[in-house]
């Protein structure tokens, strides 16, 4: 998992094996299917473990399983619930106790929307079989409630949590204020026109 800082937005990039659509997993112990998803991605913005179901306030929304929270592939949630969604009994490595966010009538309020883009990747390899995908997001920082500086823990799964990318202490900084653009456009604007009104007495 990669994250960077860029002015009003924070990008995003993972590489996984799961595909976007999921896929259908038969465990040995009953023969069954069971369809496995990606995880969305879990934010921890106030260093707060106690803040937020499982210690994550925010998430962004990476798949259109029914049995998410509802909503688009790229809606930020505010306060969602997060739950393991696939049983315990294939996890071969539990390595996280949630996977995704789900619909609650009192929790998970939408506050913005991330651009994704979720792509087969073949310059590199399969891994054991599986091809790669790469998910990128471009997320506002006012969805996620960013207006200073502050650090974030980041966490990206599977529905089966047999693997998890974490990011700990990701720092960011603040959007740019209007005024620090406004200020010099003005300035800018004002030193046009006071040029322009000289030359204009000159040549009448």
């Known amino acids: 998992m990669?994250?960077?800082?860029?002015?009003?937005?924070?990008?995003?990039?993972?590489?996984?094996?799961?595909?976007?659509?999921?896929?259908n997993y038969t465990w040995w112990g009953d023969w069954n299917q069971y369809h496995l998803i990606p995880g969305d991605l879990a934010l921890n913005l106030d260093a707060d473990s106690s803040?937020?179901?499982?210690?994550?306030?925010?998430?962004?929304?990476?798949?259109?399983?029914?049995?998410?929270?509802?909503?688009?592939?790229?809606?930020?949630?505010?306060m969602p619930?997060?739950?393991?969604?696939?049983p315990d009994?294939?996890?071969?490595?539990y390595m996280v106790n949630f996977s995704n966010m789900v619909d609650n009538s009192s929790a998970g309020t939408?506050?913005?929307?991330?651009?994704?883009?979720?792509?087969?990747?073949?310059?590199?390899?399969?891994?054991?079989?599986?091809?790669?995908?790469?998910?990128?997001?471009?997320?506002?920082?006012?969805?996620l409630g960013i207006y200073g500086n502050g650090t974030a823990d980041l966490l990206a799964t599977v529905s089966c949590t047999n693997?998890?990318?974490?990011?700990?202490?990701?720092?960011?900084?603040?959007?740019?204020e209007f005024a620090t653009i406004a200020v010099p456009l003005a300035m800018t604007l004002g030193l046009f026109y006071y040029y322009r009104r000289k030359r204009q007495k000159r040549e009448g």
């Open 2 to 23: 990669y994250a960077a800082d860029g002015g009003a937005y924070i990008y995003f990039a993972i590489i996984t094996s799961m595909p976007p659509e999921g896929y």
């Open 51 to 78: 803040t937020g179901d499982c210690g994550y306030e925010y998430g962004i929304k990476l798949t259109n399983d029914s049995r998410t929270i509802e909503g688009e592939i790229g809606d930020v949630f505010y």
């Open 110 to 143: 939408k506050t913005g929307h991330a651009e994704i883009v979720y792509t087969h990747y073949t310059d590199w390899p399969e891994d054991n079989g599986a091809p790669n995908y790469v998910i990128e997001m471009r997320v506002p920082k006012e969805a």
């Open 163 to 176: 693997d998890a990318l974490m990011i700990e202490n990701f720092s960011y900084t603040p959007v740019p």
């Open 89 to 93: 009994n294939i996890s071969q490595n």
């Open 81 to 86: 619930d997060w739950e393991k969604i696939s």
